[in-house]
């Protein structure tokens, strides 16, 4: 099957959850607005931006992986599902943590949940290089180990941020901001060895 329609509905609920995420944001109910009202919404205000950003990350993420798929059989539409689903129940944890910092319990769940995205998203992948008739011809097994391991590191920043919620989620939250930032922030391994496969892929169908 053509992976197109995978790709248009995939792009479609990122953009929808990323929309979400806003919604929670709402102005103060006053005519005379101050700084001193503005002040309650400021962790709503970095919960956005931080799951803006985590969410945009994850779509980068799903399209990177999506250039070296061909195609897509019956149980990848199923992966793709599983892993949106988690996508689009980041805005619940999202917004509990808008409503403050502290609770141990809320910053785990938020941790959870970004969890179980990157596990989906690993699934995804994995099933998808374990079957060659999948992917691109060109695609390696280092390529695809490599890819693994990116893919399952940030899964051990989170569960950091988990475990140590309890003492302290600053620290929490500094983890979570600390995997887009590896991401995002000009990176030589990341677009060296993306950039390479990407090349290879365009000389294969020169």
């Known amino acids: ?21 806003i919604l929670d944001i709402h102005a103060p109910s006053t005519s005379s607005l101050s700084v001193h009202d503005l002040r309650p919404l400021l962790p709503h205000v970095v919960t956005f931006v931080l799951s803006f950003v985590i969410v945009g990350v994850y779509w980068v993420a799903h399209h990177h992986m999506l250039h070296f798929i061909r195609q897509v059989d019956r149980n990848l539409l199923w992966l793709n599902l599983l892993l949106l689903l988690c996508v689009v129940f980041i805005p619940f944890p999202a917004s509990l943590l808008g409503r403050g910092f502290a609770n141990p319990l809320v910053v785990r769940l938020y941790g959870c949940t970004l969890i179980a995205k990157n596990a989906a998203g690993l ?21 695809v ?26 620290i929490s939250l500094v983890l979570f901001a600390a995997v887009p930032v590896f991401f995002i ?15 290879a892929d365009h000389d294969t169908h020169a």
């Open 1 to 21: 099957m053509n992976k197109s329609r995978l790709e248009a509905f995939s792009d479609g609920v990122f953009a929808i959850v990323i929309t979400l995420l």
């Open 123 to 143: 699934f995804f992948w994995l099933y998808a290089t374990s079957h060659r008739e999948l992917v691109v011809a060109h695609l390696n097994r280092e390529f």
């Open 145 to 170: 180990l490599w890819v693994t391991k990116i893919h399952s590191s940030p899964m051990l920043v989170y569960a950091a941020a988990v475990g140590i919620a309890g003492w302290s989620t600053a």
């Open 185 to 199: 922030f000009p990176n030589r391994l990341l677009k060296r060895r993306i950039g390479a496969m990407t090349q």
